[in-house]
């Protein structure tokens, strides 16, 4: 006993229990089997015991050597667990760092954005005087540009709160069919100097009044247009719908644009996933706008997809609300 307990600890460096007890058992069972040779009445009794001792003698060498293997890389996942549970831990605090940092970076741009939006409709309408048709145009791109530098701070704060766990929703009684009409007639001016056809198309009869939040929502119809007309190109159409059942409302942005390669929609509403023609258009974008939507339609309860026929086919975004989970 005392010779396999020192083998077993000097040779593999192992105190482990079953490394010992496999070691002894073997050890045993060969002893009983190399005893079991000299008291062998026959000659072919006697070979037949020696064979048996040498089978079990490998075998017992395979066996011993099967469990320290077992338990070397038992030892090597606990390490391994450890290590990737430390890096664990490191990422987390720096996923901590990135949240805090954008939502900081966040709200300090938000406020000089929103002060540069004021100052340039202010100067669109006319209060620091007459704006020459000279100065118009460059003044509306400004304006524009600084929308989207708008919505991409919102859009990251959005982010950074959805990530803490910290976003709030108020829910209220609303009707869909105002929300998007107010989105669609924000558009119209654009889309007229892109000459893109901006159309809103609901049923005759009103639809419902539904518990949501009103901005959240406003936020994913802006997205959902906000694409349709920057990757619609000139002389296209975009065609809003909202339809209802008796179980849904069905809020639709169909667009003559770009379209979508069938690989790319399923990944089009994840983090930072920007179609690949859409990237070449249009450098500035990050590929937050969808997932955000996204994010948002589902605490709602609903859901949000898209279709396209193909590149150059255009696409239609679709934003289902169950009106029973949320019907007033």
Excluded: C
Aim: charged share 25%.
């Amino acid at each position: 006993m005392a010779i396999l307990f020192t083998y077993a600890i000097l040779k593999h460096h192992l105190f482990d229990l079953k490394v010992i007890s496999t070691e002894i058992f073997s050890a045993l069972l060969a002893l009983a089997l190399f005893l079991q040779i000299f008291f062998a009445d026959t000659t072919r009794m006697q070979l037949l015991s020696t064979i048996i001792f040498l089978g079990a003698v490998g075998f017992g060498i395979l066996l011993v050597r099967s469990v320290i293997k077992e338990v070397q890389n038992r030892e090597e996942l606990e390490r391994l667990a450890q290590e990737l549970s430390a890096a664990n831990e490191e990422l987390k605090k720096l996923d901590r760092a990135k949240s805090e940092f954008i939502s900081i970076a966040s709200h300090q741009l938000r406020t000089p954005l929103s002060i540069i939006k004021g100052y340039i409709s202010m100067m669109q309408e006319g209060s620091f005087g007459r704006i020459t048709k000279k100065f118009a145009e460059p003044l509306r791109r400004v304006y524009l540009s600084n929308e989207r530098l708008i919505k991409l701070v919102n859009d990251l704060l959005d982010l950074s709160r959805m990530e803490g766990g910290r976003m709030r929703y108020d829910m209220k009684p609303a009707q869909l069919s105002l929300i998007v009409a107010s989105v669609v007639e924000e558009f119209q001016q654009i889309a007229q100097s892109k000459e893109v056809a901006l159309r809103f198309k609901k049923e005759e009869k009103n639809d419902p009044a539904v518990r949501l939040d009103e901005e959240k929502m406003r936020q994913v119809a802006f997205n959902l247009i906000d694409n349709a007309v920057r990757y619609t190109p000139k002389g296209g159409s975009i065609t809003v719908t909202l339809t209802v059942n008796p179980y849904h409302l069905l809020f639709a942005v169909a667009d003559t644009g770009i379209g979508l390669e069938k690989k790319e929609i399923n990944s089009l509403f994840q983090k930072f996933v920007r179609s690949r023609e859409v990237s070449r258009i249009h450098a500035e974008g990050v590929g937050l706008g969808l997932y955000v939507a996204r994010r948002i339609v589902e605490d709602h309860g609903g859901r949000i997809w898209a279709k396209s026929e193909g590149r150059g086919k255009g696409s239609t975004f679709f934003v289902e609300l169950p009106i029973k989970k949320i019907f007033v």
